[in-house]
């Protein structure tokens, strides 16, 4: 079982990038999913999360109205498009699987994690 991150990379300020997670293994589609980062020298922070049907959605204050989360469950995936890119947007992004319901912000509620993506946004 695979969770891989995508799609990360240089962007300048106000730029925009999108992100996917894919899955290989298992159904994407039984569980939340949640997109975290990591700044350098901060701690993983939640950044936006899709329940299963991808009917409800969060976002962290910081990033309304810039990113938006969609799944595919045909294609096993999430994306996080993100638009207006801030220099503070830059980290480290995971996508991460939460097999219980429920929309949730802090890392100890999700269950299984992918290898990151780097993203930089330059001033």
């Known amino acids: 079982v695979q969770l891989q991150a995508s799609g990360g990379g240089l962007v300048q300020a106000g730029g925009s990038l999108r992100l996917s997670c894919a899955t290989s293994?298992?159904?994407?589609?039984?569980?939340?999913m949640g997109w975290f980062r990591q700044g350098p020298g901060k701690e993983r922070e939640f950044v936006a999360g899709?329940?299963?049907?991808?009917?409800?959605?969060l976002y962290a204050d910081f990033v309304k109205g810039r990113f938006t989360i969609s799944r595919d469950n045909t294609k096993n995936t999430v994306y996080l498009q993100m638009n207006s890119m801030k220099p503070e947007d830059t980290g480290v992004y995971y996508c991460?699987?939460?097999?219980?319901?429920?929309?949730?912000?802090?890392?100890?509620?999700?269950?299984?994690w992918g290898q990151g993506t780097q993203v930089t946004v330059s001033s």
């Open positions: 293994g298992r159904t994407l589609s039984a569980y939340s």
């Open positions: 991460a699987e939460r097999f219980n319901i429920g929309l949730r912000v802090t890392t100890r509620d999700y269950d299984y």
């Open positions: 899709i329940n299963q049907g991808g009917g409800s959605t």
